[in-house]
């Protein structure tokens, strides 16, 4: 079974970093494209970036030029390094696959919470 643990997160002032890290077992890793979610109190969950298997990456307009994934394949770890981070980051951050089919169970997320 396909187990997902996100970690990483925590408190941080508006304009600090934080890097969230994706660990993915029972599953081929290396050839999916991995995704980088979140979901605000309230809101439904979004996609912040996803990354090939070959490393192109692709990023939400609202964390462009701020957020970087990145991946390591022989770790079977996807990761997320958040830059210049603002109050509207805060949220619950997941990993699963960018695909039509991704894992049916998501991981229990990180929470990111960021003050003004």
């Known amino acids: 079974q396909v187990q997902l643990v996100e970690s990483g997160g925590g408190l941080v002032q508006a304009g600090g970093s934080l890097r969230l890290s994706c660990a993915v077992s029972g599953s081929s890793f290396s050839g999916n494209v991995m995704g980088w979610y979140r979901q605000a109190p309230g809101k439904q969950r979004e996609l912040v970036a996803y990354?090939?298997?070959?490393?192109?990456?692709n990023y939400a307009e609202s964390v462009k030029g701020r957020f970087t994934i990145s991946r390591d394949n022989a770790k079977n770890t996807v990761y997320l390094q958040m830059n210049s981070l603002k109050p509207e980051d805060t949220a619950v951050y997941y990993c699963?696959?960018?695909?039509?089919?991704?894992?049916?169970?998501w991981g229990q997320g990180t929470q990111v919470t960021v003050s003004s």
């Open positions: 699963n696959k960018y695909s039509i089919s991704p894992y049916r169970n």
């Open positions: 990354i090939s298997s070959s490393g192109n990456t």
